[in-house]
């Protein structure tokens, strides 16, 4: 629950000190202390501050942003998860998510080799703040460690609130259709409709809509769920035709991860959506 000026003073006895003025004896004693416990006891209580937006302008005045980067850049798994956390917390703040901006590649380096849950609970929960508000180019964040880290993740992971982080909870692959992609599809399937072959100006020709499904049904039977997938039932809409040699956003999104789960998915070029459905899955594991 966040605090306001009038709480903070009537939680502060008359002779204490101000809130203010102690994160900013944190933050000395975090570079004054050689006792890693001790920078543990600060890191975790200038974290917490950090969680109420009232403590922002403090925080950034004391300079703890420096504390925070130091957390990360430490030995110390603790003091890595607590540096984490904090920046979590203080993600929508303009200055902070600034800071973040410029640290990016800091922190997405620790989320892709760390080995710890809460780091890593911590760090889907940062990225998928900076994403919704629009604060970092997905493309920026969601690297090839990153996205290589989410997958490993999703597999081994056995705490529930990570399987269960949005950040999860989404694939997304951007492909590139090209003539000999048709040409193949075609002679698989049979589907030789001009619509899809050279006879068709390269400006009118469309991508068969059966291998759109195809790219899709890839991503849940190999990725999310995963392995073992077995389509129960689909709905879909080509709203648009999709064209040749151009870049295509293929996103699938886990709603519900139970036996029969259940996804929705989309498929855009130039943020224009060319094919969007939904479909009940039958998940199972290897063993099953």
């Not at 000026?5 to 939680?11: D, F, P, V």
């Not at 302008?57 to 540096?83: I, M, N, R, W, Y």
């Not at 922190?107 to 892709?112: D, E, Q, R, S, Y």
């Not at 180019?137 to 081994?156: C, F, I, S, T």
């Amino acid at each position: 629950m966040f605090s306001s000026h009038r709480t903070l003073k009537r939680r502060t006895p008359a002779q204490g000190i101000d809130r203010r003025e102690y994160i900013g004896h944190l933050v000395d004693e975090y570079y004054t202390t050689t006792n890693i416990e001790a920078q543990q006891q600060v890191t975790a209580n200038l974290a917490n501050f950090a969680y109420d937006p009232i403590n922002w302008p403090h925080l950034l005045e004391a300079e703890a942003l420096d504390v925070f980067l130091a957390s990360l850049e430490s030995q110390d798994q603790t003091l890595k998860l607590h540096g984490i956390a904090a920046l979590c917390n203080i993600c929508l703040d303009k200055t902070g998510v600034k800071f973040i901006r410029e640290q990016l590649q800091l922190i997405t380096g620790l989320f892709g080799r760390t080995d710890h849950p809460e780091i890593v609970l911590h760090s889907l929960a940062l990225f998928y703040q900076l994403l919704e508000s629009g604060a970092v180019d997905k493309d920026l964040l969601l690297n090839p460690l990153v996205l290589r880290a989410v997958q490993e993740w999703r597999v081994k992971a056995h705490d529930q609130r990570i399987l269960s982080s949005r950040a999860l909870q989404q694939v997304q692959v951007v492909k590139r259709f090209t003539q000999s992609d048709l040409e193949q599809f075609a002679q698989f399937t049979g589907d030789h409709n001009y619509i899809h072959s050279l006879e068709t100006p390269m400006k009118e020709r469309r991508v068969h809509g059966a291998l759109l499904n195809a790219v899709v049904a890839g991503i849940m039977g190999t990725q999310l769920p995963g392995p073992g997938t077995v389509v129960l039932e689909q709905s879909f809409k080509f709203l648009k035709p999709c064209r040749l040699e151009t870049d295509t956003l293929v996103t699938v999104r886990l709603l519900q991860s139970r036996k029969i789960s259940t996804v929705e998915y989309d498929i855009r070029q130039n943020d224009d959506v060319v094919f969007a459905g939904s479909a009940k899955l039958l998940t199972r594991s290897q063993t099953d």
